[in-house]
């Protein structure tokens, strides 16, 4: 028998994971990938306590945060394409023009 | 009256969005798009005036509160008021944008689609009643915002600014649904209401069970994303590089507006739906308000980049106003209710100031504003007014509040807990060192001599809004103090009830 408790691990490993890939890669579009991985951690969350508390709200969050995150990946790649247009580059440790 | 009305002036934003694009494909006429926003906004904000003071059951006056669209929206007080100053700014920047963007600016359609869209956010988050709701509120308005910052796409520091903002953003976005599914996994509902009675169950023991931990990291998480909004200090670190990136008139939006959402957000969440377990966030919530504060004000020294300079005294306003959170009390919320209004005014007043230099080409460094006032009189006015306000000087606006802000949570401090009147202290402190560098902005204003001609024509639109600005903050909200402090007492009461 699968407890809550197994779903509660698996996505906090899964969010373990992602928020590792956003701090550790150097390459934007990694890191979009990796901000997809931590979005889908918390769609585990929702689906598995939807089926344990028989609510259908956990799977209603789920099909809006998909849409979320397609339209974000659609934003995203957007912005770093114009940043790849004048800068040759996506290495987020070349972001340094602005700073103090 | 219909109660469906009552979502008008958010319809009229979305006829707007779905209007402007078709514009576009109609006639190439640049100035239509702005015309069409800036008819849409006012007509909106009119229709919000209108229902505040309309004699019905539905008068936000007498503090009723109407649900509506199966009750995922909530109307009360509280959020007509935010309501009220999203729109009032969204219109501000709209204005300033026809006079701040060349006549022949590329993507200028979508630059106001954005600008609509990313108000028609701000106002879901505002009487949205459940995470879900709230969560697609601050996205629609987080993407559009993105957009905006990176708008530029000839402009270097646009482009980099859009791409920290959008990256960080959508880290920040991801954290907090992981916050808020560890607290649908606990509680099993996604509304507020629902959270609230758990958790106030929890507290009376009639739910069993320890669940501290879990209550703990999942606010944690929810802080990161809504602590991302307001920009405070462990999450603050997009904010200058944005502030100055981006082209003015967004940066007012944002510093304005989408501060004032992540506040708005950030009371409906701790103060409504967690009250009740505030023991776990209480801590962590006064550690990053004095952090906030302390590090924001010492940073703002050292800069000589206007809009970097306001972006780090912005992360110290945020500090001062979440120190009421953890206090808890009626009047400790409502002076930051009223902090977090006025600050919208104050940092938008400001803000237009640097646009409008800006746009004369005078530009962006701290340099620039030598002299200001022999350009013109009415310009370094308006600064001086808005620096003051934010510092907290006695006449103007900005000091009401703060008080309100400061005496509220230090009476919570002295009945409670003890350690609220630290952060209390440290906030009046923190005023009196950020008096060093906005009076430097005043000194050379006024002080020093016009480097290059002193003729430089500002635009009408920057002239009329400082000049109300001024009106705002010196005279109207002084002499009517006692008003804004009603008006707030009911915003309380309607949030925490």
């Known amino acids: 028998m699968i407890d809550p408790i197994h779903f509660v691990v698996f996505s906090?490993?899964?969010?373990?994971?992602?928020a590792y890939g956003v701090i550790r890669n150097k390459n934007a579009i990694v890191v979009l990938m990796s901000i997809e991985i931590m979005l889908t951690a918390a769609n585990i969350n929702f689906v598995a306590f939807s089926s344990y508390y028989h609510d259908l709200t956990g799977q209603v969050a789920v099909l809006f945060v998909t849409t979320i995150a397609a339209a974000e990946v659609a934003i995203g790649l957007a912005i770093l394409l114009s940043l790849f247009k004048q800068r040759d580059t996506i290495e987020l440790d070349l972001l340094n023009t602005l700073r103090w | 009256m219909d109660s469906s009305l009552l979502f008008l002036p958010e319809l009229l934003l979305v006829a707007s969005i779905m209007a402007i694009p078709a514009l576009y494909i109609a006639t190439e006429n640049n100035k239509s798009y702005s015309i069409c926003a800036n008819m849409t906004l006012a007509l909106s904000f009119l229709l919000l005036i209108l229902f505040w003071f309309y004699p019905d059951e539905v008068s936000f006056e007498k503090n009723s509160s109407v649900y509506i669209i199966y009750s995922h929206f909530k109307l009360d007080t509280f959020s007509q008021l935010f309501?009220?100053?999203?729109?009032?700014?969204?219109?501000?920047?709209?204005?300033?944008?026809?006079?701040y963007f060349e006549e022949d600016e590329p993507h200028q359609a979508e630059y106001y689609t954005l600008l609509l869209s990313s108000t028609l956010g701000m106002m879901l988050v505002a009487s949205a009643t459940d995470f879900l709701t709230l969560f697609l509120g601050i996205e629609i308005s987080a993407f559009s915002s993105y957009a905006m910052v990176a708008f530029r796409k000839q402009d270097d520091k646009s482009t980099e600014a859009g791409a920290k903002y959008f990256l960080i953003g959508a880290f920040s976005s991801a954290l907090t649904l992981y916050g808020i599914s560890l607290l649908y996994a606990l509680t099993g509902s996604i509304t507020f209401e629902g959270m609230r009675s758990f958790f106030t169950g929890l507290n009376n023991e009639v739910v069993s069970g320890n669940f501290d931990e879990v209550i703990f990291i999942s606010s944690l998480f929810i802080l990161a994303g809504l602590g991302f909004k307001i920009a405070v200090v462990p999450f603050h670190a997009w904010a200058p590089d944005v502030y100055q990136g981006a082209p003015t008139p967004v940066t007012t939006l944002l510093a304005a507006g989408s501060?004032?959402?992540?506040?708005?957000?950030?009371?409906?969440?701790?103060?409504?739906?967690?009250e009740a377990v505030s023991d776990e966030w209480k801590l962590i919530l006064g550690i990053i308000a004095l952090a906030s504060m302390t590090i924001g004000n010492l940073a703002a020294i050292t800069q000589d980049d206007i809009?970097?300079?306001?972006?780090?005294?912005?992360i110290a306003q945020a500090g001062y106003i979440l120190i009421a959170v953890p206090a808890l009390t009626d009047d400790a919320v409502s002076g930051a209710i009223a902090h977090t209004m006025v600050h919208a005014f104050m940092k938008g007043g400001a803000f237009v100031i640097v646009a409008g230099v800006g746009a004369a080409g005078l530009g962006y460094s701290l340099d620039s504003y030598k002299g200001l006032a022999a350009r013109s009189q009415l310009l370094a006015l308006s600064m001086t007014v808005c620096l003051l306000s934010l510092v907290g000087?006695?006449?103007?606006?900005?000091?009401?509040?703060k008080f309100l802000l400061f005496y509220g949570t230090l009476?919570?401090?002295?009945?409670?807990?003890?350690?609220?009147?630290?952060?209390v202290i440290a906030g009046v402190l923190n005023s009196a060192l950020s008096l060093y560098y906005y009076l430097k902005v005043i000194r050379f204003m006024y002080l020093y001599d016009a480097v290059g001609s002193k003729d430089i024509e500002?635009?009408?639109a920057v002239r009329y809004i400082s000049f109300l600005t001024v009106l705002f903050l010196a005279i109207i909200l002084p002499l009517f103090w006692q008003s804004l402090f009603e008006i707030c007492k009911e915003a309380t009461v309607a949030l925490m009830t």
């Open chain 2, 393 to 401: 000087i006695p006449p103007f606006a900005g000091f009401i509040s």
């Open chain 1, 12 to 18: 906090s490993i899964l969010m373990l994971i992602g």
């Open chain 2, 259 to 274: 501060k004032a959402m992540g506040f708005v957000a950030l009371f409906r969440v701790f103060l409504f739906t967690m």
């Open chain 2, 458 to 460: 500002f635009s009408n």
């Open chain 2, 307 to 314: 809009g970097r300079m306001l972006a780090y005294s912005s």
């Open chain 2, 411 to 423: 009476q919570a401090g002295l009945s409670g807990d003890t350690w609220i009147i630290a952060l």
């Open chain 2, 83 to 99: 309501k009220i100053i999203f729109v009032l700014t969204a219109l501000t920047v709209s204005v300033l944008s026809g006079s």
